[in-house]
């Protein structure tokens, strides 16, 4: 998860609020550091925004409510106010609260006030900016910019003039869609689409669409801003919420949640559900003999052969350390539980080879059955942790719950 390359300004917020850490274009927009939002003043880049008003935004947050994009101030360590197209997205993981993205907005919106100023300039202007420009006029392009012409993939001006720019946007719902682009123009707010280049790429693009005046008429002036790679981190983003970033592998939350639906679903239709709590014996031993890069990538191909004997449709959970968790859904009988487990069983005795050398190491499994052994998550987890604990006692075999053996 790297975002230190992008110019946006990308910091994640703790929970009390605080900033907890920044990239350097945050420094480099804003003029401030990490050493500079402390306790005491850890906003002091806001110009219109009160306490009481902050706090809302991290209940917010603290809900799972993103804030998308919009226009405001933010003050410079220097004491100069920019124009900011700020956005936050909730994250809930760990420390973080939420992440903030802050991009300079101050040269296209200064544009746009000159552009009120001056229509004689509008030429001279957009092709000086970076961002694709198109004017529109009774749905047709009437100017774009050289960067609207390279963004859509076009070899030259010829190829887009006369078309539209909505034609380029890859949208299914085209009623729904022209709503949108009429409150875009209403309320000056981006929304974000995929583009259809001509070329066949498809990109994320940021859209702002405003009335303006053009050669003495009234027309729809088009931003478009390529925010693909933005799109791929915020997929990365929400991808690291839900997953464990080593294997791949469901992480707790998710699990929690998909285990919860799992046995709704299974009390509607009358199924059974199979809980397997899975520990890799005297792993810590491989830790602390070969290193913990060799125990990363023992994690990671035991990990692979979970998936590898499982079902498309159970779900797979690392809770941490060696500890995981496999959710077997939509049982019949129990005989498919036999079958997976021991298929499992099996191909933990082949031995990992890691860096040229072979490494034998056993794992233990724990299993608790909906529901027979439990009717909601807490007692199946615990109740296959109970199996695992007997398990652990001989090593290298599974166990199913039984109450006389854990009392």
């Avoid at 070329?199 to 925010?227: C, K, N, P, Y």
């Avoid at 439990?374 to 695992?388: F, P, Q, V």
Wanted: aromatic share 10%; charged share 25%.
């Amino acid at each position: 998860m790297k975002f230190n390359n992008t110019n946006e300004a990308i910091f994640t917020i703790g929970y009390d609020g605080r900033i907890l850490s920044a990239n350097p274009s945050f420094t480099d927009i804003l003029g401030w550091d990490e050493t500079d939002v402390g306790e005491d003043n850890c906003f002091p880049f806001f110009t219109d925004i009160s306490p009481e008003e902050h706090e809302q935004q991290l209940s917010q947050f603290k809900q799972g409510m993103d804030i998308p994009y919009y226009v405001t101030k933010r003050k410079r360590k220097d004491g100069e106010v920019l124009d900011i197209l700020a956005s936050y997205r909730a994250i809930n993981n760990g420390e973080v609260l939420a992440v903030g993205m802050y991009k300079d907005f101050t040269e296209q919106m200064n544009i746009q006030r000159r552009l009120q100023a001056s229509e004689d300039c509008y030429r001279n202007l957009v092709e000086f900016i970076p961002d694709a420009i198109f004017v529109e006029n009774n749905g047709k392009i009437v100017f774009v910019n050289s960067p609207g012409i390279d963004l859509v993939g076009a070899k030259s001006i010829k190829d887009v003039l006369g078309q539209s720019v909505w034609q380029f946007i890859k949208t299914n719902e085209h009623t729904v869609f022209s709503r949108k682009v009429q409150q875009v123009i209403s309320t000056k707010e981006p929304i974000i689409e995929q583009l259809l280049r001509l070329d066949g790429e498809t990109i994320w693009v940021e859209i702002i669409a405003m009335s303006i005046i053009f050669e003495g008429e009234t027309v729809i002036q088009v931003l478009l801003r390529d925010v693909t790679s933005k799109k791929n981190y915020e997929a990365q983003l929400e991808f690291l919420a839900f997953h464990d970033p080593l294997t791949g592998l469901s992480n707790r939350r998710y699990f929690a949640e998909q285990i919860n639906q799992a046995i709704e679903q299974a009390e509607n239709v009358n199924q059974m559900l199979a809980l397997m709590y899975i520990d890799i014996d005297k792993f810590k031993s491989i830790n602390d003999t070969l290193g913990h890069d060799v125990g990363d990538q023992l994690l990671k191909q035991f990990a692979n052969r979970l998936k590898e004997n499982v079902r498309d449709e159970d779900i797979l959970c690392r809770i941490g350390g060696d500890e995981f968790l496999v959710l077997l859904n939509g049982l019949k009988e129990k005989k498919t539980v036999l079958e997976i487990v021991s298929r499992l069983h099996k191909a933990f005795q082949v031995p990992y080879l890691i860096d040229n050398q072979k490494i034998v190491v056993t794992s233990s499994i724990g299993i608790a059955m909906f529901p027979e052994d439990g009717i909601n998550s807490k007692i199946l987890i615990s109740r296959s942790d109970a199996a695992l604990y007997l398990a652990k006692e001989q090593r290298n075999v599974f166990q199913f719950y039984e109450i006389e053996k854990t009392m």
